[in-house]
C-alpha cells in the first residue's frame, strides 16, 4: 500500500502565498505521474495541477494558470504545490496523488494512489 502524506495547508488572507508538500517512502516515485486535485465543501473534487513522472511536463486548471506551479524532487520523494495569490475560491481540501502511469494525468481516475488532504482556507 502506497502512503502520500500531504503537509502545508492553513488559513492565509487572500492575496497570501502557501506551499504544499506531499511525501512518500515509495521507492517507485521517480516513475509516477503525481498530481494535485481539491475538494470544497459541496462540490466534486477536482483537478488542480499534474507533473510527469521526469517533470518536463505540467498540467494546470485554468482557474490556477500563473498563481500555482506544481514541482517535484525524485531524489527527495517529494511533490509541491507552490500557491500564490490564493483567493477564497480556493478553499478546499487539497489531495495528492500518484498515477502508475507516468504521464501527468488530469482526471481523478488515472489515478491509483491519494493521499489524507490538507486543508487550504483562504478568508480575510
Known amino acids: 500500500q502506497v502512503h502520500l502524506q500531504e503537509s502545508g495547508g492553513g488559513l492565509v488572507r487572500p492575496g497570501a502565498s502557501l506551499s504544499l508538500s506531499c511525501t512518500t517512502v515509495?521507492?517507485?516515485?521517480?516513475?509516477?505521474?503525481m498530481g494535485w486535485f481539491r475538494q470544497a465543501v459541496g462540490k466534486e473534487r477536482e483537478f488542480v495541477a499534474a507533473?510527469?513522472?521526469?517533470?518536463?511536463?505540467?498540467y494546470y486548471h485554468d482557474s490556477v494558470k500563473g498563481r500555482f506551479t506544481i514541482a517535484r524532487s525524485n531524489a527527495g520523494n517529494t511533490l509541491y504545490l507552490q500557491m500564490s495569490d490564493l483567493q477564497p475560491e480556493d478553499t478546499a481540501i487539497y489531495y495528492c496523488?500518484?498515477?502508475?502511469?507516468?504521464?501527468?494525468?488530469?482526471?481523478?481516475?488515472?489515478?491509483?494512489?491519494w493521499g489524507q488532504g490538507t486543508q487550504v482556507t483562504v478568508s480575510s
Open positions: 507533473i510527469n513522472w521526469v517533470g518536463g511536463s505540467r
Open positions: 496523488a500518484m498515477a502508475i502511469d507516468g504521464d501527468g494525468r488530469t482526471h481523478s481516475a488515472e489515478y491509483q494512489y
Open positions: 515509495e521507492r517507485t516515485f521517480p516513475n509516477y505521474g
